[in-house]
């Protein structure tokens, strides 16, 4: 029986970056998963994410949002898909938010959907974890993606594992 | 290292779509199941959701779950018991696919009851959910069998794909 969930790409950064790209992702997988563990390092702003490098308004997500006390949902379109949190320069010292993403049927002619979690680390009751649904209104098969902020950087140490999965 | 998460089988419904997913004789050689599930309706219906059932077991109240989950802005939770696993998805598209993970833990162990956790992403532009949803499947026997459901019978549209993949410990 054939193995799968085969690693593609892999980084850790050495120094702060302002983005991060997988790019030529290989169309020979079923479907695609991203191991992320980010910081930021500046303020809290929101972490980004776009599909073959298209910002335009295709995407919408869903999520669902909570910390040791509040809980909360929204629904908008934007775009870019905006359910991904990263621990900022607040936060415990090297600590990082954790973040599985799955996108399923990548290559197939539909829209896509996106599913996300994400949970903050930090040595305090001031962290949150999200968990969200997203489309990307585009039929084309994804070959690219990109992670940013509004104005800061990724820190040193963060980490971005892209993972093939097929389903025979 | 030894290889672990496995595909098992897959379906992908071709051009006349499927009334269901089955997945039969299932090995019980790994840990854990994981089931992947990408739908699409043949034909819409309001507050639609898919039937899960295990070894064709549909008596008995024996599927339990609880949900937390949010539908456009509102967060909401619930729980129930049914005659089968009401896979939860709260809205339904003929043209956007509806994403299910379904993760099912010590599946071939005849000495206990099942668990699993089930989670749904479903977004269509101007409205979507997200749901987590624990499971028990309250019977010790082995899963030797999962089937997937369109609740109202209309089945899954061309693309809708649901897969089979086993993990193993060691």
Known sequence: MPTTYQLISSSTLSSSAATFSFTSIPQTYTDLAVKCMTRFTGAAV??????????????????????????????????????????????????????????????LPQFKQINSASFN????????????????????????IEFFSTSTS??????FSLYGIKNS | MAITYEPIATYTAGAGGVTSFEFTSIPQTYTDLRVIHSMRLKSGNANVYNKFTYNNVTTGN???????????????????????????????????PVVSTIDIFGYSDATIKKTSIYTVSQNFGA?????????????NTAITSIKIEDAFGGGFAEYSTATLYGIKAA
């Not at chain 1, 209104?137 to 070959?143: H, I």
């Not at chain 1, 990724?154 to 980490?159: G, I, L, R, V």
């Open chain 2, 62 to 96: 024996i599927y339990g779950y609880l949900r937390w989950y949010i539908q456009s802005s509102t967060a909401l939770q619930q729980g129930s018991a049914n005659d089968y696993q009401p896979a939860p998805s709260t809205l339904t598209s003929t043209t956007i």
């Open chain 1, 121 to 144: 680390e930090n040595n305090s009751s001031d962290a949150w974890v999200q968990f969200g649904a997203g489309l990307m209104q585009s039929t084309t098969a994804v070959t690219s």
């Open chain 1, 46 to 107: 929101d972490t980004w994410i776009t599909f073959n490098a298209n910002g335009s308004g295709i995407y919408s997500v869903t999520s669902i949002k909570g910390t040791n006390s509040v809980g909360s949902g929204n629904s908008s379109s934007q775009v870019r898909f905006t359910s991904m949190l990263s621990d900022d320069s607040s936060f415990t010292a090297n600590t990082f938010t954790s973040t599985d993403i799955y996108i399923p049927n990548y290559t």
């Open chain 1, 154 to 159: 990724f820190a040193a140490n963060s980490t």
């Open chain 2, 127 to 139: 409205t979507g959910a997200y749901v987590i949803h624990p499971c028990s499947f309250v019977d």
